[in-house]
């Protein structure tokens, strides 16, 4: 048994050259499902889920909020009993989202409703179906919440998506007074203030307490601790002028992963650890109590625990104008199912999933099989100089952003995702065919409109 | 009735401040099938193919090859059955694009298959339905081909796809020796004439010519010229060694359009007009007879003929740190249903459709209801100060690699795609529903594997 790097999941090992997830072997999932597949380490994910609460609730003890899993980063019916079962609540975006947790029974109390431009229908099936928290984001929205929560005969919980003027990413964070984004409203011009006088004066909703996210893929505390300082600065502005606390702090998300062996994925106690001691030290000094504080991993729960296996179909050597040579693989999926190094220049990497090559490694580009020359998993690896037709191989760390993003670009179906664990494996959410490709054909009759 | 600049489908009319396309208003086809909306102008869509093939039998006379339509731009079952009535032929890169083709009877001899990692069943397929032509990308391929043709006992005709060092780029191109790409064959690494060998000497392959394909989004023929001059040199090669001659030339597409007003959409005629007076002087100049010379014109054909409606749900002005200010205006779809802007940088113009506006512009940025700042179509638009929520907006030339790359991110359902004519409207693509979206996810019990 040999080691693998952090990028991979809790429950992957290589035995006997064969890479093994969740004690299933690549090569017997492959002849069960196909390629290419999302392997899903369920324990692993069980795990984070909780590690999440765990740490939110040993530094934060009596102010832990909630953990809300960010369902963007990837949802199925299945995954959202996961985490119900686990006790966390979950944030949804759309209709789609929330359509997902309501289908998998997720208590309606524990769900988070974001997004910069929710629909009215998407508003008013929130309240109907009573969501916990809507995290309003404009103007308009305050009037429409309100709005349609009086129509339902509803007062409904609301948080203020607030941008505090940090943008972090990865290793560094901006610290601006007006953020160009399309999110929320700013806190120096006075949009944010704006916004707490509307909702109090709002009979039909009730403020809850502030709300931010500064980014993604963040592997430092000091953006988090900007953000948290400066909204802490807003919480104690409506002490002062409203005499009584909001109760609430939703710090959102945007932890780290490792998605290379050399990276770290941002350790969930490091990071509640850091942000408990800023808050509790910022809170003291302007003299409010600590408010219940949430957060919310998406990324940081599902990226890392997913592996994608492929099966390369062709292999090509290019000699390149500097006299270098390059290996291009071809494997059987591509932007089609991981659109993020094509959108992002995200960096993945792989490994040979279904032997020990003893072959030298040479320099690859891992590619798919779309009819565009952008479509490049990874490019630049050193690979096995004879992996060959008909090998596998996996690329760690495609929980996040992969089957969620994923199109039909080409009509190439989406692959499954199968959800391994202690030797045993289930389909969570089953490939496409070409029936589903040719299911949203219709065959109208033209009409006078 | 107003003037539209040219990046709008042929079709589209201002008439009293609304956008009529294909005789239908805007505001009625948003009340009959919802929005986001691709609307389809069938009829520029029709002339469009008409006009290639024509210009391509004007210039090259009875040389003139194939127009072959690139599906992966857009294709749908009654897109397939316009493109097959009008006489042209299809290419098709994977099995589901080939599905659609045979489910609007296309004819199979006009349908050529490309792709750089063509699946084991996908060219068996396409042997079994007996398509005119495989693109052969690779080595691994020529024995795929002919063994797999072998089985089926027949003999599939062939074309090389040749890489010769010519990549083009909308204005500018660049002519290497070695293409750093993951398609085809090197000319000068001497890998394309391995491939006329191999093929050569396989008996179930007959070799009817060499293809290439340089870029996409490209404005001038120098690019084309220089592609074609390399490839007629190997033709030529190809006489003096066999003493007989290939007798097809596939230039491959990548004809730009005009996304913005102040751009133009290269004009068929134009094209094939510096097209055939080069190939006719290279081929005289190396002794050999005109090949049939065919195109594969994708976005040029469909990228035009398609507007995108949207409708406004919220507004936010922003102050930027440099003292200007912003509007944000987001619509109700994003990077799901167009992640060009996201993907390639790519640029977008957009108008008011439902009314007209008497208000002075401001500097506007048109976003998206996807969970992420990136979720950006236009990022920089003047667009009138009075946009409010309930308006409609147009974005124009969207019908290349919109609906063909979405996605269903965040859960949000793809949108209906709607053919216009003569003010009659039809679904061609329908919207997807939430039950859609749930229809993958799947309850299964653990087994061992």
Chains 1, 2 share one sequence.
Not at 41 to 49: I, S
Not at 123 to 130: D, F, K, L, P
Not at 143 to 153: F, H, I, Q
Not at 180 to 200: N, P, T
Request: net charge negative; aromatic share 6%; hydrophobic share 40%.
């Amino acid at each position: 048994m040999s080691f693998l790097p952090q990028n991979f999941s809790i429950n992957s090992k290589l035995i006997g050259g064969e890479l093994v997830i969740g004690g299933c072997k690549a090569t017997s999932l492959v002849a069960e499902f196909g390629t290419p597949l999302f392997v899903i380490d369920e324990a692993d994910f069980k795990v984070r889920l909780n590690t999440w609460r765990s740490a939110l609730v040993r530094h934060f003890g009596d102010q832990a909020g909630q953990v809300y899993y960010a369902s963007k980063s990837f949802i199925s019916v299945e995954v959202a009993k996961w985490i119900s079962e686990s006790g966390i609540g979950i944030d949804v975006c759309t209709g789609g989202e929330l359509a997902v947790a309501l289908a998998a029974d997720f208590d309606p109390e524990k769900i988070e409703v974001h997004g910069n431009n929710k629909s009215e229908a998407e508003i008013a099936r929130a309240i109907e179906v009573g969501v916990g928290k809507i995290v309003v984001d404009s103007h308009q929205e305050i009037e429409r919440v309100n709005r349609l929560a009086k129509s339902a005969g509803k007062t409904q919980s609301v948080l203020i998506r607030v941008t505090p003027g940090i943008e972090a990413h990865t290793h560094e964070f901006i610290s601006t007074a007006h953020e160009d984004v399309k999110f929320g409203f700013s806190l120096a011009s006075g949009a944010a203030w704006k916004a707490i006088e509307e909702i109090e004066a709002a009979p039909n909703l009730k403020l809850l307490g502030l709300h931010c996210h500064i980014g993604s893929q963040i592997f430092d505390p000091e953006g988090f601790e900007a953000a948290a300082t400066r909204l802490i600065s807003l919480l104690a502005k409506y002490h002062q002028h409203f005499d009584r606390q909001l109760q609430e702090l939703d710090l959102g998300g945007g932890y780290g992963i490792a998605y290379l062996p050399d990276e770290v994925t941002y350790d969930p106690d490091l990071a509640m650890s850091a942000l408990a001691a800023l808050v509790k030290a910022e809170c003291l000094k302007n003299k409010i109590a600590i408010p219940m504080v949430s957060i919310e991993p998406g990324r940081a729960i599902s990226g890392p625990t997913t592996t994608t296996l492929y099966e390369v179909g062709t292999t090509k050597n290019v000699e390149l104008d500097n006299g270098a040579a390059r290996r291009y693989i071809a494997v059987d999926g591509g932007m089609s199912e991981n659109i993020r190094p094509a959108l992002y220049g995200a960096q993945y990497f792989a490994i040979l999933a279904n032997r020990t090559s003893k072959a030298t490694s040479t320099s690859s580009r891992l590619v798919g099989k779309h009819c565009e020359s952008g479509d490049i998993l990874i490019s630049e690896i050193d690979l096995p100089s004879d992996i060959n037709p008909g090998d596998l191989l996996a690329i760690p760390a495609t929980g996040a952003y992969g089957r969620s993003m994923a199109s039909n670009y080409n009509h190439v179906p989406r692959p499954a995702v199968v959800a391994v664990v202690d030797g045993t494996a289930r389909v969570i959410v089953r490939r496409e065919t070409q029936d589903d490709l040719l299911a949203l054909d219709v065959k109208e009759s033209p009409r006078k409109i």
